[in-house]
């Protein structure tokens, strides 16, 4: 089994600068949607980018980036098989 943190879907369109897509964590009824699945069911990991504006704020650290921020961005260039997934 594995805990899945949910993310947004992807929106219509790719930021402009650098062509990746952006998620925010999804909520429901205020609570973060959680799910324990089994594995046999993730077809793959991700690359997760924090979003963060021109200076990225100094209390974010590779143990709470993930916690902190609300905003990122897949990385579809992580290898050729993402590109294909995420594109």
Known sequence: LAYVEWFSPFTGTSERNHGMRKVSRSYE??????????????????????????????????SNVLELCRDFFVNPFTDRHAYATIY
């Open 29 to 62: 009824n205020g609570e973060q949607l959680v799910s324990i699945i089994p594995v046999k069911d993730i077809r793959r990991s991700v690359h997760l980018i924090p979003k963060f504006g021109r200076i990225a704020p100094r209390d974010w650290t590779s």
